[in-house]
Structure formats: C-alpha cells, structure tokens
C-alpha cells in the first residue's frame, strides 16, 4: 500500500491501517458506488441496511478517506453552503429554511450513528463558536442571526466578548454566534468506522480501484485497472473530484483549502487560552480561519485562503504562503502560544458550484445519481446525503428525496480557460471584502 500519511495529521497518526484489496476480474452487481468517502460509505451501509438482496461495491481509486472525508476538521456542524445571507439571496426565505432543517438532522443523523454503532472516532459533541474579530464581522454575524430568527430558526444565540472570554480566552474575540448543536470528531477514523459498518452490512469495499472508463448501455460498465465492474445503477460520491468525469465537469470545481496542527498543547499552555469545553470555532471571514483542539490537546487550523487548479490538475495540496498565514494567525489569535512548533501541514479540496450550494441528483436518467458541492462544510451532510442517494436509488420518495437540492437545476461553471478565471475572480472578491473587514487588523506577531 502506498504512504497517504502525508495527507493530513488524521492519516498520518490513525495508526496501522490495512486496506481492502483492488479489485481484480470482473464483478457483478446491483449498483456501483464511485468515492469512498463519508458520501459513498453512507451511502453503501444505507443501502444494505434497507435491502439485504441488493448487491453494491465501492470502489476507492486509492484508500478510503483519501479525499476531503479523511482531510477536513472535523466539525460537524450545520452551516449549509457558505452562509445564510448568501443562500438566501440566491434561494430564497423558504428554501434557506429547509436547508438549514436538513443540516440539523444531518448533525442529528451523525450523532444517531456514532452511539449507535459504537463508532471509534474521538467523538465529542462540544457546540460550535462563529467569532468575531473586528466590528464588521460582529455586524455580519448578528445580520445573519436576525436572518435566521427572522425565517423562525432557533437554537443560535448572540454572546459578547466577555462571554467569549469564559469559553476560550483569545483578546481577538469580539463575540459571535454560538451554536450547541456541532460535534468535533477525527475524521479519519470516522471515514474508517464506515468502511467497517458497510463491510458489517454486506456492502463489498475495493481500495486503490480507480475507475478509469465508464460505458452507459442496457447496465453500466465501470472499467478499472485490473477489471471491471457490471452494474444496473452507479452513484458518484466524488464531490470535489467529480469535474474528472465528464458526465458532472462542470457542475463543480476543487478549491483547496489547507491545514496546520501544532506540537500537542502542555497543561500552562491549555490553561492559559482556557479552552474548557473544546468547542469548534470558525471566524466570519468569507476565506474563514476554522480550529478545533485535537484529542492530544494539539491546536489545528485551517483556512486563510484557497488554492485553485486548472483543469483536471489536483496537485494543490500543499501551499507553502498559506501555511505561514496559518502558522502566524495562530500566534496572532492565542499570542501565549508563540513559539509553539508545527508539526503537520497539509491541503485537500472542497467542492464548490457556481451558486455556492450543494447538489444531489439523477443524472442523465434514474439509473446514475451524484452528490457534489458542500463547500467545505460537508461532515454531517455528507453522511445524511448518502442516506438520501440510498432513497433515490432504491426508488422510493421520501422526505429526503423532496428536499429542493435534490435534482435541483444547477448554474454549470464554463469550460476552461474561462472557468479558471471565473473561478479567479470570485476568489478575488471573497479576499478583497476580507480585506476591506480586516483593514485595521495588524496579523504581524
């Protein structure tokens, strides 16, 4: 097996990890799921659990949780797209709503797996902070806390900068939104512990089998390095690497975001940022600062800025300016911790569609469906989203199969060359408001 432990702190510390053979021969089955994810694997125990005649293999192109579901904090959590004023301007009031209802059963739906099945991923269910640190940030902070009462949606209250204070003590926090309903867990071993429960289930599980060709006739025909995959139905769970297949191109692009994980906290260090109850936190930047403690007590961060690709290339995950942004906004949010070592440093994409939404659906006909475009805050949805793909493709309508995301009409992204400039460009607004919020703030430490 190859080495993935340059990845993210994740991998590179689960420990001893055997993965399931590639695929060899041919294989039949009822339906194919390409992505070995949070999105796949959900989707696979869900199938199983629902219809014990019908037949799915997985197929990872390398190890599962190599993608964004073994990369990303770990927040589980119920921000839908990148906010609720921009949902709403695009949505409307009443799907704003819906979308925040389904997040909270995401959330819901995640804690439901992880104590039912014992799940072994360092699970903790500490609420989440969205903090301020300037004075427009708190005015977009309480806009978009007026918004969410406004449409009836309650469970997120406003609290100051002294009660900030009782909760992590950081003199960059102004107030913010605080949120009981989030969890924290270590995705890698939460991506594993699907693996088994889909295995447990009967679903079969294929790593380092990427499918190479996909032929559409009367079934499907996946082709894979060392053979191939009859199927009547496929899903695609490949989020932010579905612009590799052609059949969803354009319904997507990668942004890369990156990561940093301190040398794990002492009890001064611990005690003096009075972190007590772990809670995520995210600031209100658009290109946000998101950080959380490890269960070793190590101070991660992601965030800052994004890096984008062109094309099919994937080769953005390490980004060596963004790392020092990252490794110099530590210092600047906790200054007890100068001085502190950086031990991992990774990147890894988030799917991002044009209207900044996520996306379920058929493709083509009833026969192919997809799951792509969480913008970076997919840990929970992803995993309710597999339980809706299983829905779609066992044909049955359900509450998760209405929701207006599913078979929505999506704004496809234009090819390139052009995507990458769009793609540039509304990069280059999100820093430029950033920066306009940010143009007294001195991060020099």
């Known amino acids: ?227 191939r995959v009859i199927a009547k139905k496929i899903i695609f769970a490949t989020n932010a690497y579905s612009h590799l297949f052609p059949q969803l191109k354009r319904k997507q692009v990668p942004a890369f975001t990156h990561m940093v994980a301190t040398e794990p906290l002492n009890q001064a260090q611990l005690d003096r940022i009075g972190w007590v109850n772990r809670q995520g936190i995210e600031d209100a930047r658009n290109l946000v600062h998101y950080f959380r403690l490890s269960i070793d007590n190590r101070l991660v961060m992601g965030g800052s800025d994004v890096s984008l690709a062109y094309g099919g290339n994937m080769d953005q995950d390490m980004n060596a300016h963004t790392f020092s942004d990252l490794e110099r906004d530590i210092i600047w949010l906790f200054p007890h911790l100068k001085g502190i070592q950086i031990t991992h440093r990774w990147g890894g994409p988030v799917s991002v569609p044009l209207d900044m939404a996520p996306a379920i659906g058929f493709l083509g006909d009833e026969r192919a469906m997809y799951s792509l475009g969480c913008v970076g805050h997919g840990v929970s949805m992803t995993h309710l989203n597999g339980r809706t793909l299983a829905d779609l493709a066992l044909e049955r309508k359900t509450d998760l199969t209405d929701v207006w995301f599913v078979n929505r009409h999506m704004i496809p992204w234009p090819p390139e060359p052009v995507r990458t400039v769009a793609s540039q460009v509304i990069r280059g607004y999100l820093r430029l408001e950033d920066s306009i919020f940010e143009r007294h703030i001195n991060r020099k430490v």
Not at 125 to 153: C, N, V, W
């Open 1 to 227: 097996m190859k080495d993935y432990s340059d990845k993210s702190f994740w991998l590179a510390t689960y420990g001893d990890y055997v993965s399931n053979p590639p695929l060899q021969g041919d294989l039949n089955v009822d339906i194919a799921i390409i992505g070995g994810g949070f999105t796949g694997l959900s989707a696979a125990y869900n199938l199983r659990k629902e219809d014990q005649g019908c037949s799915v293999a997985v197929l990872e192109g390398e190890i599962v949780g190599f993608g964004a579901s073994g990369r990303n904090g770990g927040f589980s959590m119920t921000l839908f797209g990148l906010e609720p004023a921009v949902t709403k301007s695009i949505f409307g009031h009443q799907r704003t709503v819906e979308a925040h209802q389904y997040m909270e059963r995401a959330v819901d739906y995640v804690n439901e797996l992880i104590n039912q099945y014992n799940l072994q991923s360092d699970y903790w269910f500490p609420g989440f902070l969205r903090a301020a640190t300037t004075p427009g940030y708190i005015k977009r902070i309480q806009h978009d806390l007026e918004l969410l009462t406004s449409m009836g949606i309650t469970g997120i209250t406003w609290i100051d900068a002294e009660q900030i204070k009782g909760e992590v003590n950081s003199p960059r926090f102004l107030g913010g939104w605080w949120e009981p309903r989030s969890g924290l867990l270590n995705p890698a071993k939460q991506v594993r512990e699907l693996k088994r429960l889909a295995l447990q289930f009967g679903a079969q599980v294929y790593e380092e089998t990427p499918v190479l060709e996909i032929h559409r006739e009367t079934d499907f025909t996946l082709k894979t390095p060392h053979g």
